[in-house]
Each structure stands twice: as C-alpha cells, then as structure tokens.
C-alpha cells in the first residue's frame, strides 16, 4: 500500500515539475550570478508558514530594503519581482506578448473557470472582443442612471448612521454588489430576494485560501491539495457563491428570452455598440451581450458562467476596496474633501441633478481618485508569464519566466512620487506628471490586458463621492497607520475600516 501510493506521488510530482519547468529553470539564477548588485529574496518554510499579515508585509520589507526590483527563488522556484515602473514597462507595454497570467492564476480556476481575468491565447482574445462593447461610453451613460440610483440608497442608509462609527467595508461591498449586478448583469438584488451577503463573505474565504495555497508548493500538486482535504474545503465554499451568480444567470435569461418570445426588436446602436434590450429605460446589460453571443452560437453555457463568476466577483470586489480607501484618505484630508465639495456646488450649480457631463468638468474629484488608487491600489499584485525570452537590463530572462509585478510597490516609488505615503490629488495635475512613465500608475494594469471596466469603476466612485461628499462631512475613525493589510487578491485589512458621516 506504501509502495502504491508513492508511485502516485512520484507520477504526479513528476508531471507537476514538468508542466512547471519554467519555474525550476537554472538559466534563470545564472543571469545574475556575475552580478551581485542584482538582490535575491531567497524564501522557504519560514515564508510557507507566515500568516496573511506577515505575507502582505515581506514584499514591502524587501522592497525599502533593496529599491530595485530583484530576483526572488520559493523553494526551488525562481521568479522576479517588479517594483519599478521602467521594469513593468518591459513586460506591460509589449503589444500582444506576455499576456498569460501568472500559474498562481491557476487556482482561481475552482471558482472562475477560465473566464476574461484567467484565460489566455486566442481565447482571451475573443472574450475580450466580445466583451469590450458591453463598457461602450454610451452603454456607461445608461448606467450612471443605476449608479446614481444606488448612490442615494447609500446616502440613504448612511443617514441612519449619523452619531456612530461604522465599519465601511460592508457598506461598501453592498454598495458595488448592488450596483455591478443592476448594471452589467441587469438583475436587481432586492427583486432577486437575496442581498448576497453569503457571496460577499465567501469571497474572502476564497481569497485566503487561494493564498494559503499559492505560498505552499506541496498544495500546487492538485493530487496533495486533494488528499489533503483542501480541495473539500473549496468546494464546499464555493457550492453558494455558484448557486448566487447561477441565479443571476437564470433570471436574466428568462427575461431575455421572453423578449424573444415578444418578439421586441434589439435595437442596434452601431458597429461599435452594444445590443440594447427592449427595456423601458433602454438599459442593456453585459449579461444581454453573453446572451445574445450565445443565440449566435459564440458562446456556450459554460462560458457564459465563466464571465458571469469573473465579472460579479472582479466588478464588486475591487470597486468596494477603491471605494472604501478613498472615503478613508478624504476623512483625514478634510482640505481635499472641501475643495471637492466646491467643486460639485460649481459644476452642478446647486442642482440636484447630475450628468455626466458634469462629471467630466470635476477634474479636482478625479485627480483625487486616482492619488486614492495609488496609494491604496484595489489589486496590489499581478503576475504574468513570459511569453519568449526577453533581454533587459543586460539580462536574459527565459520564455516562461515569472514576472510578478507589485503595483503596491510601483505606487510608492520615492523617484516618481516624492513622499509617497502623502495623500496630494496634484500629483496628477498635467504639470505635475511631465516626464512621468505611464507605467508609475497602474491601478488598472496597463498594456492589452488592462482592466476592461476601468471606466465604469470610475464613473461609479465619481456618483458615489458626488453623492455622498454632497451630503456629508466624512470624519476619521481608524488612523492610516492602524491599517493592517493582508495577502489577498485584492487590497483588504484585517481590521474594520471605521469612519463617522456628519451631515453638511
């Protein structure tokens, strides 16, 4: 029996190295072995064992330590690790190269398949085309009446809060759950029955096992994670957070079909359009889009679920931590919070309406954001594989090699940002950023693989902080240096982010 399951071990440890190989590439150290400037962060057991906390902080350690980007080996295992912009721009700007993900995005699978944010080749491709029209600026437009909906149910409940600290990030994910499944899914959480509580906690489940796993090589071995009883563990967690969007899905296709059945005519906006629904309001969904694709034989069932995993995770999750950040910066900046309120009293003229048009003149507002999104960047680490060899700096680095890219750290390059740690909306004045490489700010990526709802995430948190800076004073609870991020997917604390709402 011991000899019996030996063998599998060795069968499966075998072709885990060889579907891996590029991990356990020699050339790769040999590159730096006559230069010895070139850093190494070398991590074992000590590492595989560090709480999420301690995981967050390793990176950040070696990176005020060394200031460059380095090689770095996890176990047997050699990658490197990006902190600067001139290195990501290497990898990022490369055209149609090096678009496959890190293997780490391998574990995402269990639960979003092979959808937009994990696929690769000619596959992504043709997601990404298809996809792409469902954030057309007009489809946007139809949205920003959505956002502007659940902006005043969040004034709303946060009136009720007035006189007591609250922890922002449940407010926050409910906020941006409401309004990507509304919006791009066209389904409406509160006529569905079902607040997707269960989903949001399950995403952080998952997101802490992902982890778990990806720092412990014996749990890269899909026949260990198994025998282990890890694989369980997922599959248990995600059986609801399946169940959510598959309800979505059924929803939206009945009415979709219904429509069919009406014979309601699709009105066609242009070549570059999306499909509008025959809806009252005229507002269509990226769900319509998968849909219809479907009817044409584009897509199947299979990818339809794909995307609809990808994008109800992807469009809440990361909105909610850039959201969340950004209130937290204004609480402690109450001069910016000011001067953005001044700004919407001048572009609105006191109105109660909002345009988008009006939107487009808050330049203050937007500067704002984007310094939020630097200093507290929502996806704080991406990793791509090498799709040839690529010289750099006077080195060779393999076809296959892992590039991990810490945007958390590209964010606080002192060269770039002098006083990084600074909350200042004018470093994103135009004479401000002269010189300045478009690869020192990617909260979104950059390169073909960039975030494709970049602008519905801002024209989001734009409604949001009009709506609620309109409303109220934000007033700080929980000081920047309490914060206690984790290693997850996307930016989180371990702790409650807790602020006060006063009313203006």
């Known amino acids: 029996m011991f000899l019996y399951v030996f063998a599998i071990l060795v069968v499966f440890l075998s072709h885990f190295i060889w579907k891996n190989r590029y991990l356990f590439n020699t050339d790769f150290s040999k590159n730096f072995e006559e230069d010895a400037s070139i850093p190494l962060m070398k991590n074992g057991i000590p590492f595989a064992m560090m709480n999420a906390e301690e995981l967050f902080l390793e990176p950040r350690k070696f990176a005020a330590k060394f200031k460059r980007s380095a090689r770095a080996r996890l176990f047997f295992m050699n990658s490197y690790c990006i902190i600067r912009a001139k290195d990501a721009e290497k990898i990022l700007s490369a055209s149609s190269k090096h678009l496959t993900k890190g293997f780490v995005y391998n574990f995402l699978h269990p639960f979003i398949k092979t959808g937009l944010l994990t696929s690769d080749g000619e596959k992504w491709h043709q997601r990404r085309r298809m996809l792409t029209p469902a954030f057309h600026f007009n489809i ?3 949205f920003a009446e959505i956002f502007k909906e659940e902006a005043d149910q969040l004034v709303f409940d946060l009136k009720r809060t007035v006189g007591k600290v609250v922890d922002m990030i449940p407010i926050s994910t409910q906020f941006t759950l409401n309004t990507v499944c509304e919006s791009a899914m066209g389904v409406n959480l509160t006529q569905l029955g079902n607040n997707g509580l269960e989903y ?4 952080y489940s998952i997101g802490k096992a992902l982890v778990y796993r990806s720092v412990r090589p014996w749990l890269h071995i899909d026949f260990l994670y198994s025998l282990l009883g890890y694989k369980k563990q997922i599959d248990e967690i995600l059986v609801p957070v399946h169940k959510f969007t598959q309800t979505i899905i059924d929803k939206r296709r009945k009415e979709f079909i219904t429509k069919k059945t009406e014979n309601v005519q699709e009105e ?5 359009e999306n499909i509008y629904m025959g809806t009252k309001k005229k507002r269509t969904a990226m769900m319509d889009t998968l849909l219809q694709a479907q009817s044409e034989g584009l897509i199947d069932d299979e990818g339809i679920i794909e995307e609809t995993d990808t994008f109800t995770f992807e469009g809440h999750d990361t909105t909610s931590a850039g959201m969340t950040f950004t209130l937290l910066l204004l609480a402690h900046n109450p001069e910016v919070q000011e001067k953005i309120f001044q700004e919407i009293q ?33 996806v704080p680490y ?12 006077g080195f060779l680095f393999k076809k ?3 590039m991990e890219i810490f945007i958390y750290d590209i964010h606080r390059d002192p060269e770039v940002f002098p006083d990084p740690e600074k ?9 401000n950023s002269v010189g300045r490489s478009n690869f020192a700010f990617i909260a979104f990526s950059a390169g073909m693989r960039n975030c494709i709802g970049q602008r519905f995430a801002m024209l989001e948190l734009k409604i949001m902080l009009t709506k609620v800076i309109k409303n109220f004073k934000i007033l700080p609870v929980t000081k920047r240096e309490e914060l206690r991020f984790i290693a997850d ?10 602020m006060r709402f006063e009313p203006r």
């Open 200 to 203: 949001r906690n399950n995403i």
């Open 346 to 378: 001048e572009v609105t003229d006191g109105r109660d309406d909002l345009t988008t048009d009006d939107l487009n003149k808050m330049n203050y507002m937007e500067r704002a954001l984007k310094e939020s999104l630097r200093i507290y960047p929502p």
């Open 268 to 272: 066609q906006v242009d070549d570059n």
């Open 423 to 431: 909350f200042d909306p004018d470093r994103f004045l135009s004479e």
């Open 489 to 498: 997917v996307v930016l989180r604390t371990n702790h409650p982010v807790k």
């Open 140 to 142: 946007l437009k139809e």
């Open 382 to 393: 991406i990793s791509r594989s090498l799709s040839e060899d690529v010289l750099h700096d």
């Open 400 to 402: 296959g090699t892992l």
